[in-house]
C-alpha cells in the first residue's frame, strides 16, 4: 500500500512535491518559529453571604436591622447555578475585549471545576500567554474582573453589602506551565491539511491522465477507420473503370451489327 501511494506520489511529483514541501514548511513554522503557549491555572471558591441577624444581634447592634438581608442569588436549590452564570458572563467577547485591553490574553477560559472534589462553587481560570509572566499575568486579571463582576451583578440586584456571595483564592497563579497540547493540535492539523490536498491533487492528476489517455485512444481509432476507407474506395475504382471499358465494347459490336444488317436489306432492294 505504502509503495503504490510512493509510486504514485513521484509519478505525478511534478504536482506532488510542491504540497509536500509546503507541508514540510508550514510543521516547520509550528515546531520552530511559532512562539509557545503558556498556562498558568487559578482557582476561587463562592463564600455564602452570613444567615439574617437574630433578635439578640439586633438588640446589640440596631443598625443590623436596618439592612435587607435578602440576596435573590442565595435563593437558587443548586448553587452551582451562580458558577456557569459568571462562567458565562466573562466568556462573552465583551468582556474579553475589556480585558485585552488592560493587558490580558483574551484566549484565557473561566469554567467549574471538580479538583476539589465538590465542583459546585468552585471556579477555575486558565490563564494563557506566550511567556509565563503573561499567562500568570492574565490569570491574575481574570480572577480581579471575575470578583467585580459578582460584586456588580448582586449590586445592581440592591443587594446590601454584608450580604454579598464573595470569592476567595484558593490556588494562586504562581507558576505557568507550557502547553504542548496546543502545538501538537496545530501540527497535526498541518498535516491533516497537507494530507488532503496531497490526495486531491493525485486525484486531479489521474483523472487529467485517463482523459488524456481516452483522448490518444480515439485519435488512433479515428485514423484507423480513416485508413480502412480510403483503402476501401481505391479498390472500388478501378472495378468501376472496367465495367465501363467492357461496357463501351459491347455498344460498339451492337452499333457495327446494325450497319451490317442496313447494309444487306439495301442490297436486297436493288436487286
Do not use: C
Not at 48 to 54: D, E, F, L, R, V
Not at 208 to 231: C, F, Q, S
Amino acid at each position: 500500500m505504502l509503495l503504490q501511494i510512493s509510486r504514485k506520489i513521484w509519478r505525478f511529483r511534478v504536482v506532488t512535491l510542491p504540497v509536500l514541501a509546503l507541508t514540510l514548511l508550514g510543521a516547520f513554522y509550528v515546531v520552530a518559529l511559532k512562539e509557545p503557549e503558556y498556562e498558568a491555572t487559578t482557582s476561587y471558591v463562592l463564600i455564602n453571604p452570613p444567615p439574617p441577624p437574630t433578635p439578640e444581634q439586633i438588640a446589640t447592634d440596631p443598625r443590623l436591622g436596618r439592612i435587607s438581608p435578602d440576596n435573590p442569588f442565595t435563593r437558587f436549590d443548586d448553587q452551582s447555578v451562580i458558577v456557569n452564570l459568571l462562567a458565562s458572563s466573562m466568556s462573552n467577547e465583551s468582556a474579553r475585549r475589556a480585558l485585552a485591553q488592560q493587558g490580558a490574553d483574551p484566549r484565557y477560559t473561566v469554567a467549574p471545576t471538580g479538583t476539589f472534589g465538590y465542583s459546585s462553587l468552585i471556579m477555575e481560570i486558565t490563564g494563557v500567554g506566550s511567556t509565563p509572566e503573561s499567562a500568570i499575568e492574565t490569570a491574575k486579571l481574570v480572577g480581579a474582573a471575575l470578583t467585580r463582576e459578582l460584586d456588580r451583578m448582586q449590586a445592581s440586584r440592591g443587594v446590601a453589602d454584608l450580604y454579598r456571595i464573595r470569592t476567595q483564592l484558593v490556588v494562586a497563579p504562581d507558576h505557568a506551565e507550557q502547553r504542548v497540547s496546543g502545538k501538537l493540535r496545530t501540527l497535526v492539523g498541518v498535516f491533516t491539511l497537507g494530507a488532503i490536498l496531497l490526495f486531491m491533487v493525485v486525484s486531479a492528476a489521474e483523472g487529467l491522465t485517463e482523459v488524456r489517455a481516452e483522448r490518444r485512444r480515439e485519435a488512433v481509432a479515428g485514423e484507423t477507420v480513416a485508413g480502412e476507407t480510403d483503402e476501401g474506395e481505391a479498390t472500388v475504382k478501378p472495378r468501376m473503370n472496367g465495367s465501363q471499358g467492357n461496357g463501351g465494347r459491347g455498344n460498339r459490336r451492337k452499333a457495327g451489327s446494325k450497319r451490317r444488317r442496313r447494309d444487306v436489306r439495301k442490297a436486297g432492294s436493288k436487286a
